[in-house]
């Protein structure tokens, strides 16, 4: 890492930093500039982290859309410790419960997440309790809300899923604009140009990116909504996650590879495929 990026790192909050190790700053925010690509906030982003909830910032990605928001932020934190007592009494243990802790803790040692710890609700204001640790997290629990997390097996792997619609933060979520992501179909055209135009059959290729979604900072002012809880031999564990976002990074470095690899780039979500 370079002097340039490691003081560009240093802007970003102390629980960015870490997510930000292998991130060239300063590289993005020069390929951003060259290509002229639609979001110059994008690379800033990184360092102010990014929004899960509220009016998120327009990207020049999609096409330009009002949503509309069945309640906001300041109406879940306030209803916080209720929406918190009512989900840690209705959660059922996961068949995989074990497997959620683990990429919890892989995530912590990355700087990605808090370790997960043992809880419990006692008391009229719902106050987090550990069996075997005494208090835990008094003084900021009321502001906290836990988000619902279970896992969904795809093929040989687990993945654990967040419910943010259960927690609300999807209700409190107003995008400006409906996302648009590269389809097979643009790559397949993308290919019949090119063995239209030079008579060879072009090599395609596709990268998956490892944890995609848990790579992107999440803006410290919401990390109070980014709290998961799951059942674990019975007994709530709850982890605090820095991370969201990832769309339009991904695109910006499609575009900047377009321009001046000048080769074909497509994305969707978490892999990338030219």
């Given at each position: ?7 560009w790192?240093?802007?970003a909050?102390?629980t960015?930093?870490q997510?930000l ?5 300063p590289?993005l ?8 690509y ?7 982003a ?8 509220g ?11 009002e949503?509309r ?12 410790p209720?929406s918190?007592?009512?989900?840690i009494?209705?959660?059922?243990e996961d068949e995989h ?6 990429s ?6 990355l ?6 710890q043992?809880?419990?609700?006692d008391g009229?204001?719902g106050k987090?309790?550990?069996?075997r ?14 988000v ?14 967040d419910?943010?619609?259960r ?6 979520c107003?995008?400006?604009?409906k ?9 397949l055209?993308?290919?019949a140009?090119f063995?239209?135009e030079?008579n060879v059959?072009?090599m ?16 410290q ?6 709290w998961?809880?799951?059942?674990l ?5 709850v982890?605090?996650s ?20 000048r080769?074909?780039w497509g994305?969707?979500l978490s892999?990338?495929?030219?």
């Open positions: 890492m370079t002097g340039e990026a490691q003081k790192r240093l802007r909050s102390e960015a930093r997510i190790a292998e991130v060239n700053g590289l925010e020069h390929m951003i500039a060259v290509t002229d639609s979001d110059h906030r994008c690379a800033d990184l360092i102010r982290g990014a929004p899960i909830a009016r998120l910032p327009v990207t020049g990605n999609g096409t330009l859309k949503f928001c069945s309640h906001t932020l300041e109406e879940l934190r306030a209803n916080a209720e918190n007592r009512q989900l009494a209705s959660l059922r419960a074990l497997s959620l802790y683990e919890c803790v892989k995530d912590a040692k700087g990605r997440m808090t370790h997960p043992p809880c419990g609700m009229p204001e987090i309790l550990s069996p640790h005494g208090v835990l997290l008094v003084a900021v629990v009321q502001s906290l809300l836990f619902d997390r279970f896992a969904v097996v795809q093929g040989e792997k687990i993945r654990p899923i419910d943010m619609s927690s609300g933060i999807n209700g409190a107003q995008p400006g604009e996302l648009s992501y590269d389809g097979i179909d643009m790559l055209g993308a290919a140009k063995i239209k030079t059959v072009p395609i290729w596709k990268a998956d990116i490892d944890a995609a979604f848990r790579r992107i900072p999440l803006a002012e919401q990390l109070f909504a980014s998961v809880v799951f059942l031999n019975g007994v709530p564990h982890a605090g820095f991370l969201k976002q990832w769309h339009h990074r991904t695109s910006s470095v499609c575009c900047a590879a377009r321009a001046s690899l080769t074909f994305y969707r892999a990338r495929m030219g």
